[in-house]
């Protein structure tokens, strides 16, 4: 359980809860449930690396909870979770420590519902088991349905071990469907209700760095041409570094082309191109490796060159360079916009200062008519619809960040009670002065609602209940866990000196 200073659930002493709660559960459909169970079941056969538990090592302990180990073990609920995600995920160096923490973070959730459970006396009946055996899905046949004859004719040893698996996971989740149950009062149901009918709708005009003068674009190029310089490339991006030296491997020795290998093997979006990425710049390459100077070693190369892998944030590069380098066209849009974008991410002190100003302008304008200000300095400008005021983003109100197509308005209000205040109880049509969000600046109006306040309202109201209350009494739970002072946590050090050591 969690330490007394923790926020949990309480349950009843044991002595009155065996008879009361017995009954309870008992009388409770399992098949609600069922989806949870399932997410925990898994194949009988799988195929997991052991060699942590090599060399003698029949259990490895990562953490304690209230004393108990939580351990790593052939067969155990932690085992079998990591059984379970290296089969959706290949178990490689990019995945493996996150699979490894995901497995052990379950394993401590449920070992500390298992122990509430235990002390409430919550226990599972033989009928409770078959119907959940029935409804896991694990005998069904193609329609879906529980097939009788396919159960007979499964192992014992597969039999056993699904209802083993059920029995141990069976208590956890009625712990979880007690707290699926908290009530709330219909005083509460309503000031939720109340929070998500006071909408308002919006537009906003951004001024953002596309509105930096071409002249001054050019002479920031001019003066800091590294960057900008380009390359012509063609790429192939697989998952794995094994896998990219052995296409190379294949490329290079003229078994395939490095246009075939791409359009067979390649991950990325230049597939369909059969690699062809065209001219990329030098700071764009930058931010799509994991190291930056691989990209310097990519454009020192000659015409033919074929480099890598390199390790990117979606898999492995090999690339090919199909021309030398050369300074980037700026009468090219794209270009042009790529070095506003790069001033503004890099140098933002200079780009802000412009910003600021030419913001104020447009505001100046736009006070007077909105319409003329998006016209005359060609600015976008964005709708947002029927929202409610959210300065904290929380998940029972439905407020700017559902409704606004951009996000600089939902970006600049978070957090800012002052501009939520404003913008959400001036008179309908009130010009706000400009407000950063990010890197741009953005001018606000407000506008009557067309959204029906009644039907967001009603529809918060069923929904605050059947689906927050849970999510959230869940979700404190789960955090009450694991700051709890019995939770003893060591997993960092014991995964690097177990696992990876």
């Keep these: ?49 052991t060699t942590a538990l090599s060399g003698g090592n029949n259990s490895i302990e990562f953490g304690r909870y209230n004393g108990e180990k939580i351990e790593l073990e052939y067969g155990n609920y932690f085992y079998n979770q990591i059984a379970s995600l290296a089969s959706q995920y290949p178990m490689d160096a990019a995945n493996s420590f996150q699979i490894y923490y995901q497995a052990y973070y379950t ?29 896991s899905g694990q005998f069904n046949n193609e329609n879906g349905t529980f097939d009788p004859e396919i159960y007979r004719n499964a192992s014992a040893v597969e039999k056993s071990a699904i209802r083993t698996q059920i029995e141990e996971v069976l208590p956890s989740q009625l712990v979880l469907s007690d707290i699926a149950d908290v009530k709330t009062s219909d005083a509460e149901s309503q000031f939720v209700a109340d929070l998500n009918g006071r909408t308002r709708a919006f537009e906003y005009i951004t001024v953002g760095a596309e509105t930096y003068p071409d002249t001054d674009t050019w002479a920031y190029a001019e003066e800091n041409p590294a960057p900008f310089q380009t390359i012509d490339l063609s790429v192939i991006t697989v998952a794995t570094e094994d896998e990219a030296n052995t296409i190379l491997e294949s490329v290079q020795s003229g078994e395939k082309t490095f246009e075939s290998a791409a359009a067979e093997s390649s991950t990325d979006s230049y597939k ?38 390199f390790q990117t944030y979606s898999g492995y590069a090999i690339y090919r360079i199909n021309s030398e380098t050369a300074a980037a066209d700026l009468e090219e ?21 412009y910003l600021q100003t030419k913001a104020d302008e447009v505001y100046q304008t736009a006070q007077a008519s909105w319409d003329d ?7 976008t400008v964005t709708e947002v619809g029927a929202a409610a005021p959210n300065p904290a983003s929380s998940q029972m109100i439905s407020g700017l960040s559902a409704t606004d197509p951009d996000y600089r308005l939902a970006n600049a209000a978070y957090g800012n009670e002052d501009f939520n205040r404003e913008i959400f109880t001036s008179e309908i049509g009130t010009v706000s002065a400009p407000v950063q969000s990010g890197s741009d ?12 306040n009644d039907l967001q309202s009603s ?29 003893e946590d060591n997993f960092v050090n014991v995964y690097f000196s177990s696992i990876v050591g």
């Design 441 to 452: 600046y953005i001018i606000v109006r407000s506008v009557e609602s067309e959204g029906n």
């Design 272 to 309: 369909d191109a059969e690699g062809a990425m065209g001219r990329v710049m030098l700071y764009n390459l930058e931010g799509q490796l994991v190291d930056s100077t691989n990209a310097t070693t990519v454009f020192s190369g000659a015409a033919g060159d074929i480099m890598g892998p």
């Design 373 to 379: 200000a998006a016209a005359v300095y060609g600015v």
């Design 107 to 135: 394993t401590v959730f449920e070992t500390a519902l298992r122990q509430m459970a235990e002390q409430a006396g919550i226990t599972v009946t033989d009928s409770m088991v078959n119907d959940a055996i029935i409804q």
């Design 459 to 487: 529809y918060m109201t069923s929904l605050y209940p059947s689906f927050f209350v849970p999510y959230v009494t869940q979700s404190d739970l789960q955090s009450s866990v694991m700051a709890s002072d019995s939770f």
């Design 1 to 49: 359980m969690p330490s007394d200073n923790q926020k949990g659930i309480e349950f009843p002493q044991q002595g009155n809860t065996k008879q009361k709660g017995g009954k309870k559960h008992q009388k409770r459909s399992i098949g609600w449930i069922i989806g949870v169970v399932v997410l925990i079941l898994i194949s009988i056969t799988f195929i997991l690396p």
């Design 333 to 353: 849009i794209d270009n042009l916009n790529a070095v506003k974008s790069y001033i503004a991410e890099n140098d933002p002190e200079t780009m802000n200062a």
